[in-house]
Nanobody
Framework: VQLQASGGGLVQAGGSLRLSCTAS????????VAWFRQAPGKEREFVAR??????????YYTDSVLGRFTISRDNAKNTVYLQMNSLKSEDTAAYYC????????????????WGQGTLVTVSS
């Protein structure tokens, strides 16, 4: 599975961005997909994940983005989205999508496939 993340950019605080993670392969609908982020000088942290369609497409979020970010999937387009609203300066980071997770599912080491990062910069 190859993942391609896109949609990052510069936005003012309070604004919105939508990130996309597009995957190759025909098994996309079976995959749990997650978003992580890594701010300068910090460890990569879990942001959100969505289960496979067969598992109900259930969404999970880290507390700091709950109510502001929404993860969704469009299996016809092999794409998972991260809609980010009410952005804050502390959301500034490189955002990565990941798939093929097992275990706790909130750690970088739980995932086998990664896309390249897309940079989100929120100006205050």
């Amino acid at each position: 599975v190859q993942l391609q993340a896109s949609g990052g950019g510069l936005v003012q605080a309070g604004g919105s961005l939508r990130l996309s993670c597009t995957a190759s392969g025909r098994i996309f609908s079976w995959l749990l997909v997650a978003w992580f982020r890594q701010a300068p000088g910090k460890e990569r942290e879990f942001v959100a994940r969505i289960t496979s369609t067969g598992a109900g497409g259930i969404q999970y979020y880290t507390d700091s983005v709950l109510g502001r970010f929404t993860i969704s999937r469009d299996n016809a387009k092999n794409t998972v989205y991260l809609q980010m609203n009410s952005l804050k300066s502390e959301d500034t980071a490189a955002y990565y999508c990941a798939a093929g997770g097992s275990g706790r599912l909130d750690r970088e080491t739980d995932y086998g496939y990664w896309g390249q990062g897309t940079l989100v910069t929120v100006s205050s």
